[in-house]
Every structure is written in C-alpha cells, then in structure tokens.
C-alpha cells in the first residue's frame, strides 16, 4: 500500500492527488500514468505489426472497396476484378498473420488471368498496385529463356522489382509481380519433349521456385552482363505473382471438352447453353494444361479468372467512362494549352466502330483518337485559338488521310 507522501516516478504527483498508486522496489506508478504506459505500449506493437507487414488490417481495402476502386479505372470485367480483389486481399491479410508455429500457416494465392488481347490484363493489375501503394512492376514472359541461353534469365523478374523498390529488399518481398504474356512461354506439344524447349518448358520449370517462394539469389545489375557483382537474396514466398496472357486459341481447348464447337453451325442440342461468343467462362486449370503449361506451374496458379471480350457498348464506355479516360486525357492535355476540346456524340460511335473493325481491343481506341488528333495537337500551341471541336466528318477525314488499314487483324 502506498504512503500519502509517495510520489509518482513518472508525473510527480503524490498519493492524495491520484486514486492509485502502486509502487516499487526504487520507485512508483499512479493509476493515470500506467494507463497512459498501456496505451504506448498498444501502439508501438500496432506500429511494429504494421512495419512487418506493411499494412494495419483496419486500413487495408476490403474487397468490395477494392472493386470500387478498380471500377473507377477499368470498365466492365466484374468477374476478374471480384476474383483479383479477393485474392489481393487475403495475401496482404496473410502478410499480417502473426508468426508462430501453432497458427494455420496461410499459403499465397497467385493469380493467372485469360483474356484477348486489349481487354485490360495489365490495367487491372497496375491499378491495384496504385491503390495499394506496393512496388509493382511488369515484366514480358516472351524475353525469357532457361538459364545458359541467350535471353533473360527468370532471375530477372525480382531485379526489375528491386530497381522500382529502389533496392529495399524489404519493400520488394511483400511487392506485386505482373508476367505478362504467359500464354507464350507453353511448351511446344502436350507431351513432354525429349529436346531442350529454352524459352517454353524451361523457363517453366525455373519460374517454380519464385511463384512458390523461396530465397532467390538476384544479380542487381542483370545476370551474365556483371557476373562478379555481388548478389541479393530475396525471398518470394510473400510476392504476389499476376499473370496474364491470351491464350489465344485457347477456346478450341474448351470446344473440344464441351464436346462442343467454337464456330459453325454444328453444335449438339445438349450444348445449347453454351455461350459460343465467349467459351473462356468456361475455363479450367485442365485447358491450360492442353495448352501447353506444365500441371506443376498451373498448381502455383491456384486462382484462375478470365475477362470477357469487349462487346461495343463496353468500348464506348471505356472511350469516355473511366477517371483516365482516353478522352478526357486528350481534354486535359489541350486543357493544358489553354484549348477547351469538345467533340459530337456521333464521333464517339464512329471510333467505336472503327475500333471494332480493327479487332485491337481498347488499345485500338488509342490509335484511331491519335490519329484523329494529331494534326491538331501539332498546330494548335502555336496558334491563338482556344476551342476546338471534333465533327465525325473530321474525324472520317483525318482516318481516311492517314489510311489506318494496316491496323487491321487479319
């Protein structure tokens, strides 16, 4: 029991001015002082806990406002933002899970996205990583070989994320890794080959280890070019992996196990519910596999999503629609001159249309409004005009003078 003349170590005040005193072997504690204590106790652990994982939980997007977030970017594709939301989600909840040996051990879910080419892979992908505030980079499947060829060794995937994370290894094993053309790296044939496949079942085998996590020795300063510079170990188990590709004749695949066909007039009764303008709903693991991915890179693809094709009214929408819009982009950069930009409704039916001719997906959007644009964007700094405005007569003539056929797929 404390003395009315014991004072508090800490503020000071004596046993009369505080309800509680509790005291020690050298000295003494009030009740107000030992709460305060608690509270900076509770917040250096909150603080470490976020230091080793990089989020605190109650800040970290749940998935339906990570949705909301990519809606405001991307258009349509609700199937692929639900599954990469999710996914996104319980990796960096997993990245927050206290360490110990008696917790369930919460394995990482990488992802594996099919989609045509301009349906918005790599948008998806970088727009979470903006939301996220992580090193995000993205990296072309199609340069890799096996290592002891010519090429890039896998290894340099986590050298391109070290140089956006400006070498803090930290920052860079809790990253996001984009494999962009995936669908590239598919062996030759279903079975497997007796030759060496350098830049298909090679490079699947070496990409085992990252997607699975484990300590990766990176060269900094790329591979074979520095080979006595000094190597930094990363460890990959808590990188998150997206990989997107075409896949492109991929729906032959799924006709032939829907027992089914992908164009003609000859499908079965039984498959009348088969949606033949978009098979890639029907996706399974097995399809990647008769593709030419290897089952053991598909088993550390657990989470496989699709999107869909961009019909016409998506297209409009994206031309307009999203916070980057490609027309408002071009809006603010005349805005930028100090020219106000407008244009007719119709001239964003006719890109639309032209887009659609092209079969380039959104990307094409680009092209046609570039194009459209571009004798303007050339003349109008130097002018004192500061309104302009875009007819569909203009933009057919601007198209018809450039003479775009060559953008068109075969």
Excluded: W
Aim: hydrophobic residues 35%.
């Amino acid at each position: 029991m404390a003395k009315s003349g014991d004072r508090c170590t800490f503020c000071g005040k004596t046993g009369k001015d505080v309800n509680l005193l509790i005291t020690g072997v050298n000295g003494a504690i009030c009740d107000a002082c030992a709460t305060q204590a608690y509270d900076i106790v509770q917040e250096d652990s909150k603080l470490k806990k976020k230091s080793q994982s990089g989020f605190d939980l109650a800040e970290l997007p749940k998935p339906k406002e990570i949705k909301e977030f990519l809606d405001g970017y991307v258009v349509g594709q609700d199937e692929a933002k639900r599954y990469l939301s999710v996914a996104v989600y319980n990796h960096y909840k997993r990245l927050m899970q206290p360490l110990s040996s008696e917790d369930v051990e919460i394995e990482k879910s990488n992802i594996v996205m099919v989609g045509s080419t301009g349906t918005g892979k790599t948008l998806l992908a970088r727009t979470i990583a903006k939301l996220l505030h992580v090193p995000f980079t993205i990296v072309d499947a199609t340069v890799l070989t096996q290592a002891g060829y010519v090429g890039e060794d896998i290894e340099s995937l986590l050298t391109r994320l070290l140089q956006v994370a400006n070498y803090d290894v930290k920052a860079a094993e809790k990253g996001i890794v984009f494999i962009d053309e995936i669908d590239k790296i598919a062996r030759k044939g279903d079975n497997p080959s007796i030759t060496r496949d350098v830049s298909g079942e090679g490079v699947q085998q070496g990409l085992l280890k990252l997607l699975e996590g484990s300590v990766i020795n990176v060269p900094p300063q790329g591979g074979r070019k520095h080979p006595d510079a000094p190597m930094i170990q990363v460890d990959t188990k808590n990188i998150l992996f997206i990989c997107g590709g075409a896949f492109d004749g991929i729906e032959k695949k799924i006709a032939q196990r829907l027992n089914t066909r992908s164009v003609g007039y000859s499908a079965s009764n039984k498959n009348t519910q088969v949606d033949h303008s978009n098979l890639l709903k029907y996706i399974r693991p097995g399809d990647l596999k008769s593709f030419g991915l290897i089952p053991e890179i598909i088993g550390r693809l657990p989470i496989l999503t699709y999107l869909n094709p961009l019909d016409r009214d998506t297209l409009s929408r994206i031309l307009t629609e999203p916070k980057n819009s490609i027309i408002k982009q071009y809006i603010k950069l005349f805005e930028m001159d100090g020219v106000k930009l407008s244009f007719d409704e119709n001239v964003f039916d006719y890109i639309v249309d032209k887009a659609i001719e092209y079969k380039l997906g959104a990307r094409g959007l680009r092209s046609i409004v570039e194009t459209i644009m571009m004798d303007d964007m050339f003349s109008m700094p130097s002018t004192e005009e500061n309104e302009l405005h875009i007819t569909k007569e203009y933009a057919q003539k601007q198209l018809d003078k450039a003479d775009l056929n060559s953008l068109q797929a075969e």
